[in-house]
């Protein structure tokens, strides 16, 4: 059996501002035609299918083409709710559209149903897990501890009832316990949000959706395909794509990729003013159309730098400057650091600096827990 993984559309995103349905639409194009050559059994589109809970019209109005694409290839397609989705919105309508081969998973209940399809090695069973939270989880089993993501996931996992020697896949959207992490993706408090890769033991093969550069975690066979467009400049060197699986007979599972070539690239610039201006066509490659982030190394601003530079690169996103005035300021690098860094790291820090001493265990934990009650609040 054939499956195509595909995660995080964010469709009806907006990256400095720009809008991406246009380049949306196209690699959604691009997707198709790597479906008509490779001639998949399903789709599995592993959450973040929107970029906003409540998208705007023109987003729902593409995914809604896609999924009419994807149904007249007469291909069973699987989709999941992520973090950026409404569960609610995402779910509407599912019970309608199994008629014409798409699969919506519900809000999560608790128990979860697995659809069942069948190829010359027999049935393969495939689970719906929507983007979940302890307090999503938590209400279903009272009577157990859940604390945490890796809690909540083995919770719900082990409420599927798995039976290990059929072949079964899992669909969810949830960060993994070492995995890497892009700009583009929301960081919560100090890792509070990790899963531990052996609460997917049973499944054969697990279609992540939620973090933005494709890659495996743990095994090979649990993977995250990344997102079809770039939407970070952390991400600007990344090469997008479409992950392929071919599942034989029980323990034989081939994972390959399918690169993917958007309307617009994602780059950066970096030099002065003077040598910006010459570098519309550099290495063979043009740069007006691709989406810009330029570092001016001037020393002195540029008057109106941003206005200027857009009459040669008219897709420029974002401008800075790297100087001795902003390195005495603050360096690249500790910028960086700080990216990098969680909310309750970067909490500890500012506290050290303000009281000359750091925070004590039990404040730590104090501060953990009310980010974490304020991060699970969010939608």
């Not at 506290?351 to 699970?376: C, D, T, V, Y």
Request: aromatic share 8%; with cysteine.
């Amino acid at each position: 059996m054939k499956l195509i993984h595909l995660s995080d559309l964010h469709l009806g995103k907006r990256v400095n501002e720009f809008s991406m349905l246009e380049d949306q639409q196209y690699i959604l194009g691009v997707i198709l035609s790597i479906l008509d050559a490779e001639r998949p059994d399903a789709v599995l589109i592993a959450g973040d299918v929107y970029d906003k809970s409540v998208p705007p019209a023109e987003a729902m109005a593409l995914l809604d083409d896609f999924l009419v694409r994807l149904s007249q290839r007469g291909l069973q397609t699987l989709v999941i709710s992520g973090n950026h989705d409404s569960a609610e919105r995402v779910a509407f309508g599912g019970r309608l559209m199994e008629h014409s081969g798409v699969r919506l998973s519900p809000v999560y209940g608790g128990t979860v149903s697995p659809i069942v399809l069948t190829d010359e090695h027999g049935p393969v069973f495939f689970y719906l897990l929507p983007f979940l939270k302890p307090s999503h989880v938590r209400r279903f089993f009272p009577e157990r501890p859940i604390d945490t993501y890796t809690d909540a996931m083995a919770a719900a996992v082990e409420a599927m009832h798995v039976d290990s020697a059929a072949r079964n896949v899992l669909v969810t959207h949830q960060f993994v316990t070492g995995a890497v992490r892009c700009d583009s993706e929301e960081l919560s408090v100090g890792g509070a949000d990790n899963v531990d890769v052996s609460v997917f033991d049973p499944f054969d093969y697990v279609a992540l959706g939620h973090l933005h550069g494709p890659q495996r975690v743990g095994r090979d066979t649990v993977r995250y395909c990344g997102s079809p467009l770039k939407y970070s400049f952390s991400e600007a060197r990344q090469q997008k794509s479409v992950t392929i699986v071919e599942l034989g007979e029980k323990g034989s599972v081939l994972v390959r990729t399918a690169p993917l070539a958007p309307l617009r690239d994602m780059a950066e610039l970096r030099g002065t003013y003077e040598e910006v201006t010459r570098r519309s066509f550099y290495e063979g490659r043009s740069w007006q159309r691709d989406y810009l982030h330029i570092t001016l190394t001037d020393e002195d601003d540029v008057p109106d730098a941003v206005g200027k530079l857009r009459i040669l690169y008219p897709n420029l996103m974002k401008l800075d400057y790297d100087n001795r005035r902003t390195r005495a300021g603050f360096s690249a690098g500790e910028a960086e650091d700080a990216e990098r860094k969680s909310p309750l790291s970067l909490l500890e820090e500012f506290f050290e600096k303000q009281n000359g001493q750091p925070m004590s265990g039990e404040q730590r934990a104090l501060a953990a827990r009310l980010m974490e009650e304020i991060w699970e609040d969010k939608p």
